[in-house]
């Protein structure tokens, strides 16, 4: 598994609506592509956004982060929407699961 962490700050004045529809299509064009596993996305208290992204292999994310539509919106995510931000990517070999189990 490979995961793609992106953690930003959305610029002040941004036109939200436009954004939050530009981030589903993103977030729906993601889904199409080969070796996409899942998407998710918090917002903290202080505004601070992380979204995660895995992928099934470090091909499969480079790939989508060079889909024409996805260029576009990086573009212009770095011109209009985000004050900051940094993206980590990174391969995850030792994957585990852990489940809470009812102590009762």
């Known amino acids: 598994m490979y995961l793609v962490v992106f953690r930003n700050r959305k610029r002040t004045g941004i036109d939200a609506a436009a ?12 889904s199409q592509q080969r070796g996409y596993l899942s998407f998710k996305s918090y917002e903290a208290a202080d505004g601070e956004v992380v ?12 790939s989508w982060g060079r889909q024409a539509e996805h260029l576009v ?32």
């Open 19 to 30: 954004y939050d529809r530009q981030a589903a299509r993103m977030e729906e064009l993601a």
């Open 51 to 62: 979204a995660i992204s895995e992928w099934r292999d470090e091909a499969s994310a480079r």
């Open 73 to 104: 919106m990086q573009a212009r995510g770095q011109r209009e929407w985000y004050a900051d931000y940094t993206l980590y990517a990174c391969d995850n070999p030792h994957t585990r699961r852990f489940v809470a189990r009812d102590q009762n």
